[in-house]
């Protein structure tokens, strides 16, 4: 189903998340144009971002945006690959308004830089905060936070 | 010292605030009393549940879910079960399912019975809180009963439900659901034709289709605005394909129409709970209402959505599992989250006295925004 | 100046008290009565309002304190007296101090200009009607230097709400008085309450219903009772223009409120209600033939229970408004008196016009 996409944009890989839904892995610069063409192509219609979400795989960060369309009711995965150090990427708030929020969401707890989003600052931790709490290297370094070491 | 200028007041309203539903802080541009801008502040509930997930086992991070929501106990608990299963790739059996269904749309009731008697709260009348609180704790008295626990019931377990419903529990339940229906007329007489309530409530905070589906809204805040999308309806899982009941939809996306599809869908939950009832009650052979798994052999691998219609939306549980005992990540998508985003939208050019009737009416809770 | 001057003026003649102080203690007395009578009031109205409210929500109200909560604003006042008194950093002292009496004192003065029974009025003006509405625009101006001089913007906001609600209020009220003084020919509270003696028909709701639903509502607005509450509207702005009181100064605001709700409902009663008039015009004392001076003073304890059913009844109907109705947007309100409430009550005036000329005809 998903063939013009791949003949459009260069699909690094390609498998299924339970239950039944495509997740195809494609470059950090090619971000924007393939939701663009998801949400605007007649034969997708992917009108609704479900939620952008980052993981921490030991050696790099992998952001996975989810897609659903109401006309065809399924969904799609999309997802990069970010270095650790320095990561940056596009910011979709152009064009699902919901990304605004998350990315701030992902940018205070992973440290992951969006371009171009109208306000990056942190949303859920404290301005204050040193640190991106959802790595898997971070230590609490806070001297605020030290009740909790034994 | 620069210009003062005078005609331009930012105020601030919460953290601590009886209206702000949880704590939430709203930084509100005023001129006069017309609010220019709102720029809401959250993550005084932060509480880490996503990183919770990685130092725990499955069945260690089962009894914190509850806690995603806590209105919506039932709700959260089943995203998280329900996406374990399916990495594991097991069916529950068909009397839990009945059961899950039961208790989720009690769940639902409870959920919107708050959120009636707070929103009129926040209006000012002091009477309706008091009348949906009396339902509410006869629900309340029944989960206690049932679970243990009157808000946080971790009840479901991987493979099914933990106990069994006995049988005068279910008579109990369908005492409240026979009698249910006369107290929703009861508060639709006191309050839906109330004209200081339709005057406050009726086009303030219009939401339009377009804008909802860009911001990504879901559950009855989606549905008032004219979009007929449950879930339940769309993709059904347990066994609503098998249960017969309507979507509540309005047209204009005002407070007012909120306000009328979350009564409906409390009216339409009562049906679903008494057609449960019907099939619990009546079949006596089929008892088995748990897999019984091994928690420690729970080490599922790959990567799952796991989706629910709760009372405020559409919850997704998304869990990536390497094969070891503790998940990779767990990422909770809370409906409350994208409609706080919406507050700068749709409340803009109202009244301050507005304000608190559009946000009441979204049905905002704080735990789920800040997880 | 009836029954007790005469029994006073002769107690103190008996002991030589010149003429003079004779009068001033006469005055001093009245206002010393009318100011326990307010603090009886208040005490009793607090719980009363909580324990109806609690009825219409199916709750017992405060049921602890003393036998069945009677001890309970008791207990309240205590413990608000021996609470800090806080000046917030901010405030402007001299306001912040001169807002709480400027609140509560017009209240207390005017309770001695309603007649309470035939010789029991603590000041009888001759033109009481104006003086009650004057004394009383006081209050807003109190809650206005509240709200700016707390040094906090949801006071100001109160505050200035307060204003607005001062302003678009009273002029249906000054309105719907003219017909009451029309009706009547005199400003007099006591000539007022005469002139509506007899069978309950002579009552002044009857020819002005309009005014009297009129009055009704505007006396809500001036109470700031809930359904018109804007200055404090609790889940809005959380308490207002009280929001940095505390304390005794706390207390006079909200014993204020209490004060005046009893204070206008009984004006309400004095004026359209027929006042300390019994319904049917028999007095108990008459029919029991009772000697002079002991008939007189059953006669005024008479007319005082009388004037307190009238005032109690109105106040359960103001209670009920609170346990029923959500609050209005002030912007709806302000409309409603200045588009609706004036040009209703010039009509009401001119209903009275035609009515007390058709009365002169006969």
Redesign the interface.
Same mark, same amino acid.
């Given at each position: 189903m998903f063939e013009d996409l791949k003949e459009k944009f260069d699909i690094i890989k390609e498998d299924i998340m339970v239950p039944d839904i495509k997740r195809f892995y494609v470059s950090a610069k090619n971000i924007t144009g393939v939701l663009n063409f998801l949400k605007l192509s007649p034969s997708y219609f992917f009108n609704r971002l479900d939620c952008i979400y980052a993981k921490d795989i030991k050696t790099e960060f992998e952001i996975t945006y989810i897609l659903h369309s109401d006309n065809y009711q399924n969904k799609a995965a999309i997802c990069t690959k970010l270095e650790y150090d320095n990561a940056r990427t596009e910011s979709v708030s152009g064009i699902y308004k919901n990304a605004n929020w998350d990315e701030r969401e992902i940018y205070d707890l992973f440290g992951i830089t969006f371009i171009n989003h109208p306000d990056l600052k942190r949303i859920l931790l404290p301005d204050s905060f040193k640190g991106h709490p959802l790595r898997k290297n971070y230590k609490m370094e806070d001297e605020r936070l030290r009740w909790n070491y034994e | 010292m620069n210009s003062v200028n005078t005609n331009i007041m930012e105020i601030n309203i919460g953290p601590q605030h009886p209206s702000t539903h949880g704590v939430l802080r709203l930084k509100v541009t005023l001129e006069g009393e017309k609010i220019l801008n709102i720029e809401p502040v959250i993550g005084y509930l932060h509480r880490g549940m996503e990183k919770m997930a990685e130092n725990r086992n499955y069945i260690q991070y089962l009894p914190v879910v509850d806690r995603i929501d806590y209105l919506s106990g039932f709700f959260c608990s089943y995203a998280y079960v329900n996406a374990v299963e399916l990495l594991m790739n097991i069916e529950i059996p068909i009397k839990a399912k009945y059961i899950r269904t039961l208790t989720m749309e009690m769940n639902r009731i409870m959920s919107h019975l708050l959120w009636l008697g707070c929103y009129l709260l926040d209006l000012g009348a002091t009477s309706p809180l008091f009348y949906a609180f009396i339902e509410r704790e006869k629900l309340m008295d029944i989960l206690e009963d049932l679970t243990g626990a009157r808000m946080m019931y971790n009840y479901y377990t991987f493979g099914g439900v933990k106990k069994d419903i006995p049988v005068d529990i279910l008579k109990r339940i369908y005492d409240f659901a026979k009698h249910f229906p006369s107290s929703v007329k009861e508060y639709e007489d006191l309050i839906s034709d109330n004209p200081i309530f339709t005057s406050r409530t009726m086009k303030t905070g219009i939401l339009a289709k377009e804008t909802a589906e860009q911001f990504s809204i879901t559950g009855a805040n989606l549905r008032a605005s004219g979009a007929a999308k449950d879930l339940r309806k769309d993709s059904p899982y347990l066994i609503y394909n098998l249960l017969d009941f309507n979507i509540p939809v309005k047209q204009t996306g005002d407070s007012y129409c909120r306000y009328i599809t979350r009564i409906n869908e409390m009216k339409e939950s009562n049906k679903i709970i008494l057609q449960c009832l019907d099939r619990l009650l009546t079949d006596e052979n089929d008892n088995e209402i748990n897999l019984k798994l091994n928690p420690l052999s729970i080490k599922p691998e790959g990567e799952v959505i796991s989706e629910v219609e709760s009372s405020r939306g559409l919850m997704q549980c998304i869990i990536s599992a390497d094969g070891s005992s503790n998940p990779l990540r767990i990422k909770w998508r809370t409906p409350s989250f994208y409609a706080a985003q919406l507050l700068n939208t749709i409340a803009k050019n109202h009244l301050l006295p507005d304000l608190m009737a559009v946000f009441g009416s979204l049905d905002i809770i704080m735990p789920e925004v800040d997880r | 100046m009836g029954l007790f001057y005469v029994i006073y003026l002769d107690f103190m003649r008996q002991i030589n008290i010149p003429d003079w102080l004779i009068i001033i203690l006469w005055h001093i007395i009245n206002f010393c009565f009318a100011a326990v009578l307010l603090i009886f009031i208040v005490l009793f109205l607090v719980l009363f309002e909580r324990k109806y409210?609690a009825f219409?929500?199916? /709750?017992k109200g405060p049921n602890r304190v003393g036998l069945n909560g009677c001890l309970q604003t008791a207990a309240d006042g205590l413990k608000i007296l021996f609470k800090e008194n806080i000046l917030p950093s901010g405030a402007d002292k001299f306001l912040y101090f001169c807002a709480p009496l400027l609140v509560f004192s017009p209240i207390m003065a005017v309770y001695c200009l309603i007649p309470f029974a035939e010789d029991l009025t603590a000041y009888n003006s001759c033109c009481g009607v104006l003086l009650f509405m004057a004394i009383l625009s006081l209050p807003p101006l109190g809650v206005l230097f509240a709200g700016y001089s707390s040094g906090n913007?949801?006071s100001l906001?109160g505050g200035i709400r307060s204003c607005v609600q001062s302003i678009s209020s009273e002029i249906p009220v000054f309105i719907v008085l003219a017909g009451i003084v029309l009706l009547t020919g005199s400003m007099n509270l006591n000539e007022i309450t005469k002139a509506q003696s007899g069978i309950f028909l002579n009552w002044n709701i009857f020819p002005s219903i309009l005014g009297f639903i009129i009055f009704l509502i505007c006396s809500l607005i001036i109470m700031n009772r809930?359904?018109f509450?804007f200055p404090e509207?609790?889940?809005?702005l959380?308490a207002g223009y009280n929001s940095e009181y505390s304390g005794m100064k706390f207390a006079m605001f909200f014993l204020g409120e209490y004060a005046l709700t009893f204070i206008f409902s009984a004006f309400i009663a004095v004026l359209f209600l027929g006042g300390y008039n019994p319904p049917f015009g028999v007095y108990a004392a008459d029919l029991l033939n009772l000697p002079l001076i002991s008939g007189a003073i059953v006669k005024n304890i008479e007319q005082f229970f009388w004037l307190m059913i009238k005032t109690y009844i109105l106040i359960l109907i103001i209670m009920w408004f /609170? @346990? @029923?109705?959500? /609050?209005? /947007?002030?912007?709806?309100a302000i409309e409603f008196c200045w588009y609706i409430l004036i040009p209703l009550s010039v009509f009401n005036l001119f209903i009275l016009c035609i009515i007390q000329f058709i009365r002169g005809c006969l």
């Amino acid at each position: 189903m998903f063939e013009d996409l791949k003949e459009k944009f260069d699909i690094i890989k390609e498998d299924i998340m339970v239950p039944d839904i495509k997740r195809f892995y494609v470059s950090a610069k090619n971000i924007t144009g393939v939701l663009n063409f998801l949400k605007l192509s007649p034969s997708y219609f992917f009108n609704r971002l479900d939620c952008i979400y980052a993981k921490d795989i030991k050696t790099e960060f992998e952001i996975t945006y989810i897609l659903h369309s109401d006309n065809y009711q399924n969904k799609a995965a999309i997802c990069t690959k970010l270095e650790y150090d320095n990561a940056r990427t596009e910011s979709v708030s152009g064009i699902y308004k919901n990304a605004n929020w998350d990315e701030r969401e992902i940018y205070d707890l992973f440290g992951i830089t969006f371009i171009n989003h109208p306000d990056l600052k942190r949303i859920l931790l404290p301005d204050s905060f040193k640190g991106h709490p959802l790595r898997k290297n971070y230590k609490m370094e806070d001297e605020r936070l030290r009740w909790n070491y034994e | 010292m620069n210009s003062v200028n005078t005609n331009i007041m930012e105020i601030n309203i919460g953290p601590q605030h009886p209206s702000t539903h949880g704590v939430l802080r709203l930084k509100v541009t005023l001129e006069g009393e017309k609010i220019l801008n709102i720029e809401p502040v959250i993550g005084y509930l932060h509480r880490g549940m996503e990183k919770m997930a990685e130092n725990r086992n499955y069945i260690q991070y089962l009894p914190v879910v509850d806690r995603i929501d806590y209105l919506s106990g039932f709700f959260c608990s089943y995203a998280y079960v329900n996406a374990v299963e399916l990495l594991m790739n097991i069916e529950i059996p068909i009397k839990a399912k009945y059961i899950r269904t039961l208790t989720m749309e009690m769940n639902r009731i409870m959920s919107h019975l708050l959120w009636l008697g707070c929103y009129l709260l926040d209006l000012g009348a002091t009477s309706p809180l008091f009348y949906a609180f009396i339902e509410r704790e006869k629900l309340m008295d029944i989960l206690e009963d049932l679970t243990g626990a009157r808000m946080m019931y971790n009840y479901y377990t991987f493979g099914g439900v933990k106990k069994d419903i006995p049988v005068d529990i279910l008579k109990r339940i369908y005492d409240f659901a026979k009698h249910f229906p006369s107290s929703v007329k009861e508060y639709e007489d006191l309050i839906s034709d109330n004209p200081i309530f339709t005057s406050r409530t009726m086009k303030t905070g219009i939401l339009a289709k377009e804008t909802a589906e860009q911001f990504s809204i879901t559950g009855a805040n989606l549905r008032a605005s004219g979009a007929a999308k449950d879930l339940r309806k769309d993709s059904p899982y347990l066994i609503y394909n098998l249960l017969d009941f309507n979507i509540p939809v309005k047209q204009t996306g005002d407070s007012y129409c909120r306000y009328i599809t979350r009564i409906n869908e409390m009216k339409e939950s009562n049906k679903i709970i008494l057609q449960c009832l019907d099939r619990l009650l009546t079949d006596e052979n089929d008892n088995e209402i748990n897999l019984k798994l091994n928690p420690l052999s729970i080490k599922p691998e790959g990567e799952v959505i796991s989706e629910v219609e709760s009372s405020r939306g559409l919850m997704q549980c998304i869990i990536s599992a390497d094969g070891s005992s503790n998940p990779l990540r767990i990422k909770w998508r809370t409906p409350s989250f994208y409609a706080a985003q919406l507050l700068n939208t749709i409340a803009k050019n109202h009244l301050l006295p507005d304000l608190m009737a559009v946000f009441g009416s979204l049905d905002i809770i704080m735990p789920e925004v800040d997880r | 100046m009836g029954l007790f001057y005469v029994i006073y003026l002769d107690f103190m003649r008996q002991i030589n008290i010149p003429d003079w102080l004779i009068i001033i203690l006469w005055h001093i007395i009245n206002f010393c009565f009318a100011a326990v009578l307010l603090i009886f009031i208040v005490l009793f109205l607090v719980l009363f309002e909580r324990k109806y409210l609690a009825f219409f929500t199916r /709750r017992k109200g405060p049921n602890r304190v003393g036998l069945n909560g009677c001890l309970q604003t008791a207990a309240d006042g205590l413990k608000i007296l021996f609470k800090e008194n806080i000046l917030p950093s901010g405030a402007d002292k001299f306001l912040y101090f001169c807002a709480p009496l400027l609140v509560f004192s017009p209240i207390m003065a005017v309770y001695c200009l309603i007649p309470f029974a035939e010789d029991l009025t603590a000041y009888n003006s001759c033109c009481g009607v104006l003086l009650f509405m004057a004394i009383l625009s006081l209050p807003p101006l109190g809650v206005l230097f509240a709200g700016y001089s707390s040094g906090n913007k949801y006071s100001l906001i109160g505050g200035i709400r307060s204003c607005v609600q001062s302003i678009s209020s009273e002029i249906p009220v000054f309105i719907v008085l003219a017909g009451i003084v029309l009706l009547t020919g005199s400003m007099n509270l006591n000539e007022i309450t005469k002139a509506q003696s007899g069978i309950f028909l002579n009552w002044n709701i009857f020819p002005s219903i309009l005014g009297f639903i009129i009055f009704l509502i505007c006396s809500l607005i001036i109470m700031n009772r809930i359904p018109f509450d804007f200055p404090e509207a609790e889940s809005e702005l959380t308490a207002g223009y009280n929001s940095e009181y505390s304390g005794m100064k706390f207390a006079m605001f909200f014993l204020g409120e209490y004060a005046l709700t009893f204070i206008f409902s009984a004006f309400i009663a004095v004026l359209f209600l027929g006042g300390y008039n019994p319904p049917f015009g028999v007095y108990a004392a008459d029919l029991l033939n009772l000697p002079l001076i002991s008939g007189a003073i059953v006669k005024n304890i008479e007319q005082f229970f009388w004037l307190m059913i009238k005032t109690y009844i109105l106040i359960l109907i103001i209670m009920w408004f /609170r @346990a @029923a109705y959500p /609050r209005l /947007r002030q912007s709806d309100a302000i409309e409603f008196c200045w588009y609706i409430l004036i040009p209703l009550s010039v009509f009401n005036l001119f209903i009275l016009c035609i009515i007390q000329f058709i009365r002169g005809c006969l």
